[in-house]
């Protein structure tokens, strides 16, 4: 039954993954963490479910990007720009990760999501005609520099990072939406495999879990794009906005709980079971 539970949220995390533009990490973390203690399932650690995402996260990508390919919404010297330094950087923070503690990750986890939520909430025009690949112009150094801080950040919690630099795209790079979305899928194939290779043999992947969620993941993601392109440009945004918000909420409540009521949190660690 946990393994049907794990197909299951991987169809989920992988749909939004194609249909937004994300690893699907924002929304996997959360439900792995609270979705199997409501259903009677033993809680999974922070660092167990990390290890589960990483490996969603570079599945999910992959699996979005080819969808998104298809349309021609991918522009390869933006990905080049501020995909290349963030992959390095999120090596250097996935290999730092296993000094860092369960509760820095989750704060730095909210941290991250509650600036993107508001990003997204900040008003931004839509010209009446989408543009093209063509047509669209890049400032390299301001997205070498995106790349830089929010690999480093991604690394350490175990994403690829793209409900961050998705925001960054739009209304730092005014990049347009279906473009910003398709070319974070490809920037997540090179941040999310960093954070990847950094985790290999160091014991934090839970490999058996792992692959039954990756399978629900691929199978979401490739509806997912197709279902993002026929979706409004000003919905698509909102979504994402509402979906990183209550995931900075619930996140953020359970640093709290933590914080200053430690028997109350349900995020208990358990054994590693694949170590």
């Given at each position: 039954m946990f393994e049907t539970l794990l197909f299951v949220l991987?169809?989920?995390?992988?749909?939004?993954?194609?249909?937004?533009?994300?690893?699907?990490?924002?929304?996997?973390?959360?439900?792995?963490?609270?979705?199997p203690p409501v259903l009677g399932f033993a809680p999974l650690g922070m660092k167990?479910?990390?290890?589960?995402?990483?490996?969603?996260?570079?599945?999910?990508t992959l699996s979005g990007a080819f969808g998104h390919q298809r349309f021609k919404r991918i522009h390869w010297p933006l990905v080049a720009?501020?995909?290349l330094p963030m992959t390095v950087a999120s090596f250097i923070g996935s290999r730092l990760s296993v000094y860092v503690?369960?509760?820095?990750?989750?704060?730095?986890?909210?941290?991250?999501?509650?600036?993107?939520?508001?990003?997204?909430?900040?008003?931004?025009?839509?010209?009446?005609?989408?543009?093209?690949?063509?047509?669209?112009?890049?400032?390299v150094p301001l997205a070498v520099a995106i790349g830089c801080i929010i690999g480093a950040?991604?690394?350490?919690?175990?994403q690829g990072g793209a409900f961050l630099y998705i925001p960054a795209m739009l209304y730092l790079l005014h990049i347009p939406t279906r473009i910003s979305i398709g070319s974070a899928l490809a920037v997540g194939i090179?941040?999310?495999?960093?954070?990847?290779?950094?985790?290999?043999?160091?014991?934090?992947?839970?490999?058996?879990?792992?692959?039954?969620?990756?399978?629900?993941?691929?199978?979401?993601?490739?509806?997912?794009s197709?279902?993002?392109?026929?979706?409004?440009r000003t919905v698509l945004r909102r979504i994402l906005a509402i979906v990183i918000f209550a995931t900075a909420i619930k996140i953020g409540w359970n640093v709290y709980e933590q914080s200053w009521h430690p028997s109350a949190t349900t995020a208990t660690k358990i054994s590693h079971p694949f170590s």
């Open positions: 991987g169809l989920l995390g992988g749909g939004l993954s194609g249909l937004l533009g994300i690893g699907g990490g924002i929304v996997m973390v959360p439900l792995l963490l609270y979705i167990v479910v990390a290890g589960m995402t990483t490996v969603q996260s570079f599945a999910g720009a501020l995909g503690s369960e509760h820095l990750m989750l704060l730095v986890f909210a941290i991250m999501a509650l600036a993107a939520s508001l990003l997204m909430l900040l008003p931004k025009r839509e010209a009446a005609r989408e543009a093209q690949l063509t047509e669209v112009s890049v400032n950040a991604a690394g350490v919690i175990g090179l941040s999310s495999g960093a954070v990847l290779l950094g985790r290999l043999g160091s014991g934090q992947i839970p490999w058996q879990w792992s692959i039954i969620l990756v399978v629900g993941v691929i199978i979401g993601a490739q509806l997912g197709i279902l993002s392109q026929r979706t409004p």
